[in-house]
């Protein structure tokens, strides 16, 4: 079936640095896009979400960029801190507004 | 805290017991999902209410497995004669229809 993937399933950052992290999408009719980070322990916290009529959106340190032609998801986030060291999922609905589907998680370590 | 609450929050049983998690959402929230996480992966579906009704159960829900939502507001999932391959965590979310769902923080279940 589709599903929705991350291309990397880490990524090490320095304190202060930008980190982009990546996922990749197969279902064509998806229509709703979600950011979650997941901290040991914790159930996955809402960051920020697009809706497939937009190409971005900014959060406070965040931004996302929907290319629908290459099917492509990221998640930018600015000046990393230690307390952005979590795993980071994409999720999206397909074409039902309330199932997400997950992909496999980046896990993000901010270097001191 | 998301508002999402979910008990107990760590559960260890035998192969073959019954165990029963609670989960009760954001209060306003008329749709309630159970998802199933487990190491190093993202969430996966399980099922969805629309207030008490429940819309959509996925493969992954064996018949060993029941959800209800009687009221409405919290629900619970029944797991009968565990096997070592429910070990998971088991996720709660909430939605106010088609908006963020917004996850409890999970009741991590261990099968010996």
């Known amino acids: 079936g589709e599903s929705v993937g991350l291309h990397l399933p880490t990524l090490s950052v320095q304190e202060g640095d930008n980190s982009i992290i990546n996922c990749a999408y197969s279902?064509?009719?998806?229509?709703?896009f979600i950011w979650y980070k997941q901290e040991s322990g914790k159930g996955p916290q809402f960051i920020i979400d697009?809706?497939?009529?937009?190409d971005k959106r900014q959060g406070q340190r965040v931004t996302v960029l929907l290319n629908k032609t290459v099917k492509h998801l990221s998640l930018q986030i600015a000046a990393t801190q230690p307390g952005d060291s979590a795993v980071y999922f994409c999720a999206e609905t397909g074409s039902n507004d309330y199932k997400l589907s997950f992909g496999a998680g980046t896990t993000v370590t901010v270097r001191a | 805290d998301t508002g999402v609450s979910q008990d107990p929050r760590h559960k260890i049983t035998k192969r073959g017991q019954n165990v029963t998690f609670r989960c009760d959402p954001i209060?306003?929230?008329?749709?309630l999902y159970w998802y199933r996480q487990t190491l190093g992966q993202g969430p996966e579906f399980l099922t969805y209410?629309?207030?008490?009704?429940?819309?959509?159960k996925s493969r992954l829900l064996s018949d060993r497995f029941s959800a209800e939502r009687p009221k409405g507001s919290f629900s619970t999932l029944e797991i009968q004669r565990t096997e070592q391959g429910d070990s998971a965590m088991y996720l709660c979310a909430s939605s106010l229809d088609s908006t963020v769902e917004f996850f409890g923080p999970g009741t991590r279940l261990t099968v010996l």
């Open positions: 209060s306003e929230h008329n749709r």
């Open positions: 209410f629309q207030n008490e009704a429940q819309l959509e």
């Open positions: 697009i809706r497939s009529n937009m």
């Open positions: 279902n064509s009719a998806s229509d709703y």
